[in-house]
């Protein structure tokens, strides 16, 4: 390394000439590309921030100047220019450097960043943080054009734009998210950054204009403004109080260096247009930057297991059952590669919904159609689906409108962390008054699931399945599953083990390896976790002595609670063993590793249940 290592903060980028950036930005491309395709990660998004991310640091004077990312994969290489270079192969592994921002993990990281759309709004406090206190710093949001796509980013927009104080939004525009970028406002910048005659005369007039006195420019300041709505509608920026720069060419850092220092002073709230290439710099990854938006880590062994994961079954089960009932649409946020609809999209594109990184819109668009009669199946995965718990209560439980709602990565999901474990969908939807919450215990189940939801017609449904392999699949017919039934998958006596989701087949084996120790335990696949089966709890309460529970989900306001409460309402003896997720947030690691870490791995299930029941 010529550079890298030589840099430990951004005060040590700027000891090397405007000239060399270009040079520091190769290094780091190649830096992060070698160690990424190597232990796995966010590939593509951070390429094509590169140059931008490299600008920020050499411009500003981080940690005083305040830089917010918006969704933090695609800023690996500020994380390499403030003091992380040596612990870069450690990102996402467990014990490691998180994938996305964290404020715990460095003072360069001001605000953390998993979810989109929260770097402006998250901005604006720091700017009237730094106005309360008489402070001089300088904020700058960096937010990507998919981003732009949330409610929330123009929400804090349209609360900063006329107020005359120092704020810089530099909005990285690739046109993707991590599918394609939809909508309007997609179209729109569009429009801006391909408009080549507005842009060369924009370039020629704003060199022009420098060459005239001071006092005579703020004149031909408002005949550029004039300028851009007579060759072009560009001011919508103009129009939320925002004094608009750009296009530029985001990867080209000297210019991105001048243009910045030219803007970064101005006392108003100032939009830097940048255009980028997702995956820049990597001709596999420019190509398919859908593809290669995240890579997986190399395998020296290919993998032996033949099972399709969960997020396949529902893209072909989705598929078969729009084949057959011409009301069923298919609604995802920014997400049809990552939830398994692109079969869906193209088999049905009028029936396809992608509304952008839009979870909000989505629920309540959902319920719009639920209440025109079409039978709407919104794929979102857990973790997002937080930020639409409004709209699942206003616009669809209280209408008591038919949308079934399919809840990918439920549970532990991994390297992506704590920003992105599914484990608070339980709680959250099982307190929505006419919510039924479901989840299967393989691919077979998630397919009658998925099938009967469309038959129930009595209100919200959610499906929630976790980032794994579906274990058993097939196409064979479907089946209708009785509301609220459970199923015993094995009987026993004295001891029952009432298991959710991705936690039946771990104690279907659990239970067996008890057995030969002498415990003869019944495993119930608690596959609706609301209703409850209380015809199979009324006859468990004359059975049983000792019942456990287990769910991938916290156990405050989960599964457990909903048994618990049941058998406490008729003063029950039955003495309960509750395994879950504890209330804390749980960091990056392998699934697997995560699973050991709580406690939810087969070995530590079997110790918990045997010194439970010994008791």
């Known amino acids: 390394m010529k550079y890298l290592n030589k840099i430990n903060s951004p005060k040590d980028l700027k000891n090397f000439s405007k000239n060399e950036l270009p040079e520091i930005c190769d290094e780091l491309r190649g830096y992060i590309t070698d160690t990424i395709t190597e232990i796995g990660g966010h590939l593509a998004p951070t390429l094509g921030a590169i140059e931008i991310t490299t600008a920020l640091h050499y411009v500003f004077n981080s940690p005083e100047d305040k830089i917010i990312w918006d969704t933090g994969h695609q800023a690996y290489a500020h994380k390499i220019l403030t003091g992380r270079f040596n612990q870069f192969s450690t990102i996402r592994k467990i014990n490691g450097l998180s994938g996305f921002l964290k404020r715990s993990e460095s003072e360069h990281d001001f605000f953390g960043a998993g979810h989109a ?66 909508g309007a406002f997609r179209n729109y910048l569009l429009k801006i950054s391909t408009n080549r005659y507005y842009n060369a005369l924009r370039s020629r007039f704003a060199k022009l204009i420098t060459k005239f006195p001071r006092l005579l420019r703020s004149f031909f300041f408002k005949a550029e403004k004039s300028m851009k709505s007579f060759f072009l509608p560009v001011t919508i920026f103009e129009e939320l109080g925002f004094r608009y720069f750009g296009p530029v060419d985001g990867h080209n850092v000297e210019e991105l260096v001048s243009v910045l220092n030219r803007i970064k002073d101005i006392n108003s709230p100032v939009v830097l247009h940048a255009i980028t290439k997702k995956g820049k ?108 718990f409004d709209q699942i209560i206003h616009d669809i439980a209280l209408q008591k409108l038919s949308v079934i709602f399919c809840l990918d990565r439920s549970g532990l999901v991994g390297e992506d962390g704590a920003t992105h474990h599914g484990v608070l969908d339980i709680s959250y939807l099982k307190c929505i008054p006419g919510m039924i919450v479901t989840s299967p215990k393989d691919g077979d189940e998630l397919k009658n699931l998925l099938f009967s939801a469309t038959t129930y017609n009595s209100g919200p449904v959610t499906i929630r399945y976790p980032k794994d392999q579906a274990i058993n699949y097939n196409s064979d017919d479907l089946k209708l599953i009785p509301k609220g039934s459970w199923e015993v998958l094995k009987n026993g006596e004295n001891f029952a083990i009432l298991a ?40 468990a309460e004359k059975r049983f002595r000792k019942i456990i529970t287990i769910e991938e989900g916290n156990l405050d306001g989960g599964f457990c609670e909903s048994i618990l409460s049941y058998f406490s309402s008729s003063n029950s003896k039955i003495d309960i063993l509750t395994l879950g997720l504890p209330n804390n947030f749980v960091d990056h690691g392998t699934r697997n590793e995560l699973l050991e870490k709580v406690g939810l791995d087969n070995d530590s299930i079997k110790l918990k249940i045997e010194s439970f029941i010994k008791k």
């Open 500 to 539: 959710v989701g991705s936690m039946v087949w771990k104690s279907v084996d659990v239970a067996k390896q008890l057995q030969s120790l002498g415990f003869n335990i019944e495993v119930v696949n608690c596959r609706f976790i609301k209703p409850l089966d209380e015809e199979y709890l009324k006859n």
């Open 117 to 182: 759309s929260t770097s402006i709004s998250a901005g604006i406090g720091f700017v009237e943080s730094r106005e309360l206190n008489s402070d001089n710093f300088k904020v700058v949001s960096v937010i990507g054009d998919g981003a732009m796509s949330g409610g929330l980013a123009f929400e804090a927009m349209n609360n900063i734009g006329h107020q005359k104080k120092q704020f810089l939004l530099l909005l990285n525009d690739n046109d993707m998210s991590i599918s394609p970028n939809v």
């Open 281 to 388: 710099g990597i001709d596999y990854a420019e190509k398919d930057p859908v593809k290669f938006h995240g890579v997986k880590q190399k395998e020296n062994k290919p993998s032996i297991s033949s099972s399709v994961i969960y997020q396949n079954v529902f893209g072909k089960e989705i598929v078969r059952l729009a084949k057959d009932n011409k009301d069923i649409v298919a609604i995802t946020a920014a997400m049809k590669e990552g939830t398994g609809l692109v079969e869906f999209a193209e088999k049905y594109p009028n029936r396809f919904f992608d509304v952008g990184i839009a979870e909000a819109h989505a629920v309540t668009f959902a319920g719009g159609l639920a209440a025109s009669g079409k039978i709407p199946i919104v794929a979102i995965y857990s973790t997002f689906l937080q930020r639409a």
